[in-house]
């Protein structure tokens, strides 16, 4: 297929619920749509899951506009690939950037499924009819408010809860939801919020049978998680430490953590986050999809990716109306009782309501 036309539309939408990391609060979604046309007018999306500020990650919107306009967009731009596993060797010549060329990797996929009329499931190779949900459930103001979202959310059947954690607001709110829910499937992400000074407190956590925590110590590391993981029972996801396989890999070797949350944005595409699976199959690492407050276009592609077969627990894919009063696609995503059923339409299987421009 030859990539003849790409179109970057440039979105804002306000969530219906402000969402509080230990890093931030975001409401407004300010981010990028990616449309890739072929030589025969077929179209593919993609979604770039960068903020606009940069809090997770470094890239930001501004950023990913900077790197597609500037790079990633000349690279591809009137090449004829066979397939979207061409688009990240195209890539590579270009450091890091990784959420910038998921956009257009991830537009790729679905044009290629689309031009075969199979599903993006199918090409990704994914079996599954229906996927498994959890929720991931931001910081709040106070444990009262909190214990009533735990509550609404597991009325809703979603199959795990994961709570945001952050230092002063950990052990003990933890204690409050364990005393209400005693089997609730429960996580908690720490979005970096920890260093190797807080291991008293972190071995605190294993007596209320986490299923994990995610990403608690640096962005960027993975020797101090090693050194955790060895000090504490509750398993290690890692989140923002992982870009690659090769990271992957390292974090494995180590002993770093014993779950990987795969994140199509953070690894730079559905490319690199499949072999992050194979790798994590063939290692006895479980995986699940982790969530960035996407829209309806990343949305579907994470319930494709979530149909791979190591994609052992649930995502934090939840249904569009827990973000958005109206979702850009149709049909929206909908969660029913802890499951999104699998569309089996070609590409994404969904239609963008979205026309505007981004210019
Ligand atoms: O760490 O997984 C994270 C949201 C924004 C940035 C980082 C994270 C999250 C979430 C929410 O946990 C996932 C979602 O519901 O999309
Ligand atoms: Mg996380």
């Not at 992957?248 to 499949?274: P, Y």
């Amino acid at each position: 297929m030859k990539i003849e036309k790409i179109t970057l539309r440039r979105m804002n939408m306000t969530m219906k619920h402000p969402f509080t990391t230990s890093f931030g609060t975001i409401q407004q979604k300010d981010f990028l749509l990616a449309t890739v046309q072929d030589e025969q007018d077929n179209e593919g999306w993609g979604e770039s899951v960068a903020f606009t500020y940069p809090w997770y990650s470094e890239e930001t919107t501004e950023t990913t506009i900077h790197m597609l306009r500037d790079f990633l967009i000349p690279a591809v731009l009137g090449k004829t690939i066979e397939h979207p596993d061409e688009v990240s060797e195209l890539f590579a010549p270009i450091r890091k950037n990784n959420m910038a060329k998921a956009t257009i990797e991830g537009a790729v996929w679905d044009l290629y499924a689309k031009r075969r009329n199979i599903s993006l499931t199918e090409a990704l190779g994914g079996k599954r009819d229906r996927i498994e949900v959890g929720i991931s459930i931001g910081i709040e103001k106070n444990v009262e408010d909190l214990l009533a979202n735990v509550r609404g959310f597991i009325d809703e059947g979603y199959k795990r809860i994961k709570i945001k954690i952050k230092p002063g607001q950990d052990v003990e709110v933890i204690r409050a939801i364990r005393q209400q829910f005693p089997k609730v499937p429960l996580m908690a992400d720490a979005n970096s919020a920890y260093t190797l000074d807080d291991v008293e407190l972190l071995k605190e956590l294993d007596q209320f049978n986490l299923m994990m925590i995610e990403q608690p110590l640096a962005s960027d590391d993975i020797i101090d998680h090693a050194t955790l993981q060895k000090q504490i029972q509750t398993p290690i996801c890692l989140d923002e430490s992982i870009h690659s396989l090769e990271d992957t890999r390292k974090a494995v070797e180590l002993g770093s953590c014993k779950i990987i949350n795969i994140k199509v944005g953070r690894v730079g595409g559905l490319t690199e986050a499949k072999k992050i699976h194979d790798y994590c199959a063939e290692k006895g690492i479980d995986v699940w999809c982790g969530g960035m407050l996407e829209s309806g276009i990343g949305r579907a592609q994470n319930i494709a990716l979530t149909t791979l077969h190591n994609f052992t627990l649930p995502g934090d894919t939840a249904g569009s109306s827990r973000y958005w009063d109206q979702d850009i696609i149709t049909p929206e995503v909908v969660a029913e009782n802890g499951y999104i059923t699998v569309p089996h339409e070609s590409g994404i299987s969904i239609y963008s309501r979205y026309d505007g421009v981004y210019s």
